[in-house]
């Protein structure tokens, strides 16, 4: 239900759009609820890894990884999120979502450095080619995808040859450059407690 193609890039998202709970009292409750700073906090933390697509322990882990860094531990989360080879394919528009990304890499239709990888969790790194494996790319669903992302525009921080259906990572994004509405130092409270 959540994040299956475009739809939620558009104003009809229902994720961002409703500002009342669901159920039959939810817009008719009488009195606006008083929202805890833990909720707030939790609500953050569960769009962005439902966005990615990952599970509770995946995120924890990938949180984890990226505390020791210099910088800024949000930051560093949602860069490491976007480095993840299962985004890469899904930024690069190989794929229609992420779910749909997330299992090309694991069948084995990705290489990285002319490499197959079939681990969607693998940190992409500056200067590494991705690409559809050759016999791959005529698979339906990566013609589409193809033929859609023709029509639109990656990210600044990546190249992409849709002809060879390829791409590279040209640097690590910036905050500015990650397309996604969160407060990112919500989540690091939630996780410092």
């Given amino acids: 239900m959540f994040l299956k193609g ?3 890039i558009t104003d009809k998202c229902a994720v961002d759009t409703r500002a ?10 009488g009195r606006p609820r008083k929202v805890s700073e833990y909720a707030k906090q939790l609500r953050e933390k569960q769009k962005v890894k439902r966005t990615y697509g990952l ?3 995946q995120f924890r882990n990938t949180f984890l990884k990226v505390t020791g860094l210099p910088g800024v531990k949000g930051t ?9 080879l299962d985004n890469i394919v899904y ?7 992420r779910a749909a990304a997330r299992q090309l890499v694991r069948h084995g239709h990705v290489e990285v450095n002319g490499a197959r990888l079939d681990i969607p969790s693998y940190q992409v790194q500056v200067g590494q080619e991705v690409r559809v494996a050759e016999i791959s790319r005529e698979m339906t669903p990566v013609k ?12 600044a921080w990546i190249s992409v040859d849709g002809n060879k259906a390829a791409g590279r990572i040209l ?3 910036a905050r500015e ?3 996604i509405n969160a407060q990112e130092q919500l989540i690091v409270e939630l996780y410092s407690k």
């Fill in 6 to 8: 475009t739809r939620c």
């Fill in 20 to 29: 009342y709970p669901p159920g039959q009292h939810g817009q008719n409750a």
């Fill in 55 to 57: 599970s509770e322990r």
């Fill in 76 to 84: 560093n989360l949602l860069i490491a999120l976007e480095s993840r």
């Fill in 91 to 97: 930024r690069m528009g190989f794929a229609a979502s």
């Fill in 144 to 155: 589409a995808s193809l033929e859609h992302a023709s029509r639109g525009t990656s990210p």
């Fill in 171 to 173: 640097e690590r994004p």
């Fill in 177 to 179: 450059a990650i397309a």
